[in-house]
């Protein structure tokens, strides 16, 4: 396929933009370009063609199965989008007097009243753009908390060595060092190594429950009480939350500080550059910390009314204004459709898909752990590498052959030859049967013909490419002949 640089005519046009409504502005010839940017010059039927054919080899879902696991890439309704797609949200300006966007403020209070309930949690901003910025911004709020109470040698967050490569580095932009303890071989955090980790110099922890391998820490609550004992505070990761929505809280399980992925949990489609949002919600007595300002609710002449409000100890802004504002309206719309049943509804049938997979494959494939899982599981093609050279990356990429996006490869980095699997409760039986089938069928596949694995897929647009090199030497920018 060609670049659309590589296409059209000199001379050739179309016209899609109208005449401008707006006064025309002159720029000092300083600040102009020294010469024409080099766009193609294409016809509208050209451009369509080509943008349809982009279209043809992107794949999501509505195209097929998505089972990306740690991700939750599951169907959105487009009720949400419909929601969101308003004139009196899409065409709000941030910068407009608050008696004259009282709707999209109350959307704001609602959002996180609602949220807040789902989570334990008193307090909530909207402000973080995205999940590793949530984290940051989470851990920003621990770090205010121990520095306000001028307990400064609080300098180390321990991280599991399950958690998402994020928690780390977010820690770690936070000016904190980061302390790693190994899980136990049922994937859950090791007790000892936590008791012989924390102590007065530990600011917190990070951690999400379910864990990265799809298992419930039925030590929670001890997990979190060793590290409230040693002074530190306790911070969730989020980006698991939709196998446990409505049915378990992370405040009740003792978590301080909360991030959510909207674009996960709560109807905004993942991935592809679009806007995401990563709120972070409190206890109350971090709600003074928060960034940015939150819609609260007051009376005025016996109505009520929202206005916004900054906390005393603020952190600041990580964000212009109030956050991906649109994103909240969808998150909003879903929570009111689902409502108190279907929440938790949706977290369980994503735990009864889950484990639905996980033990039809069991026949076949090895799993990481032998224990119900919960929105996902793990399965180790270790065994099969060694035994018939077939690895992970050859069963994700013959995965495309049948349409189907592969699970996350090689993660957690505690499984080796990992394939993390999580089919989301939006995936139907028939859905699921057939990917089971399909993966049956690679299984055999590696039995009797590996060769044939090792160069799929066969029938994509693009084979496989040379990973090393398109890592190591990538090209990202086009380049004219006349350069």
Avoid at 96 to 115: C, I, N, R
Avoid at 249 to 256: A, K, L, S, T
Avoid at 378 to 389: D, I, P
Wanted: glycine share 10%.
């Amino acid at each position: 396929m060609k670049l659309v640089f590589e296409k059209g005519s000199q001379g050739r046009r179309l016209d899609l933009i109208g005449e401008w409504d707006v006064p025309m502005v002159s720029f000092e010839r300083d600040h102009l370009r020294k010469s024409k940017p080099r766009l193609p010059h294409m016809s509208e039927n050209e451009i369509s063609r080509h943008y349809t054919e982009l279209a043809k080899r992107s794949h999501g879902v509505n195209d097929g199965f998505y089972p990306l696991g740690s991700c939750t890439m599951k169907y959105n309704p487009k009720v949400n989008e419909q929601a969101a797609a308003l004139k009196g949200f899409q065409r709000v300006h941030p910068l407009q007097p608050q008696d004259t966007v009282q709707g999209s403020m109350e959307v704001l209070y609602l959002a996180e009243k609602y949220l807040c309930e789902i989570t334990g949690m008193d307090a909530m901003t909207f402000q973080p753009a995205a999940g590793a910025h949530g984290e940051f911004t989470g851990l920003l709020l621990i770090k205010a908390y121990h520095v306000h109470r001028n307990d400064t040698k609080r300098t180390k967050i321990i991280v599991p060595d399950s958690a998402h490569g994020t928690n780390p580095a977010s820690a770690s932009m936070c000016g904190y060092d980061v302390v790693s303890i190994p899980s136990r071989e049922d994937g859950c955090v090791d007790l000892e190594q936590l008791r012989t980790a924390v102590g007065e110099d530990t600011a917190g922890l990070m951690l999400t429950n379910p864990n990265t391998v799809g298992l419930f820490d039925k030590n929670i609550l001890d997990i979190t009480r060793i590290v409230h004992e040693a002074g530190g505070l306790c911070y969730y990761d989020g980006a698991n939350l939709n196998a446990v929505m409505g049915i378990v809280r992370p405040g009740d399980m003792g978590f301080d500080v909360v991030h959510l992925n909207l674009h996960k949990t709560f109807s905004t489609p993942h991935g592809g550059g679009g806007p995401g949002s990563g709120p972070v919600g409190c206890k109350s007595f971090l709600e003074p910390y928060l960034p940015g300002v939150r819609a609260v609710r007051c009376e005025d002449k016996g109505q009520g009314r929202y206005v916004f409000q900054r906390g005393g100890e603020s952190i600041g802004d990580v964000k212009m204004f109030y956050g991906n504002f649109l994103v909240v309206v969808k998150a909003l719309a879903y929570i009111i459709t689902l409502g108190r049943e279907g929440i938790p509804e949706a977290s369980s049938n994503a735990v009864l898909n889950a484990n639905y997979m996980k033990v039809k494959l069991s026949d076949v494939y090895d799993m990481a752990y032998d224990e119900t899982c919960m929105h996902e599981f793990v399965m180790s093609l270790e065994n099969m590498k060694h035994e018939n050279g077939v690895t992970a990356m050859d069963i994700a990429k013959a995965l495309l052959d049948y349409g189907i996006h592969p699970p996350t490869m090689y993660f957690p980095l505690i499984v080796h030859e990992a394939l993390m699997v999580e089919p989301t409760e939006t995936e139907s039986r028939e859905t699921l049967d057939e990917a089971i089938e399909v993966f049956h069928r690679i299984y055999q596949d590696a039995l009797s013909a590996p060769e044939e694995l090792h160069g799929a897929p066969h029938t994509t647009p693009i084979g496989r490419p040379d990973e090393v090199t398109a890592a190591r030497k990538p090209v990202l920018r086009y380049t004219w002949e006349s350069e």
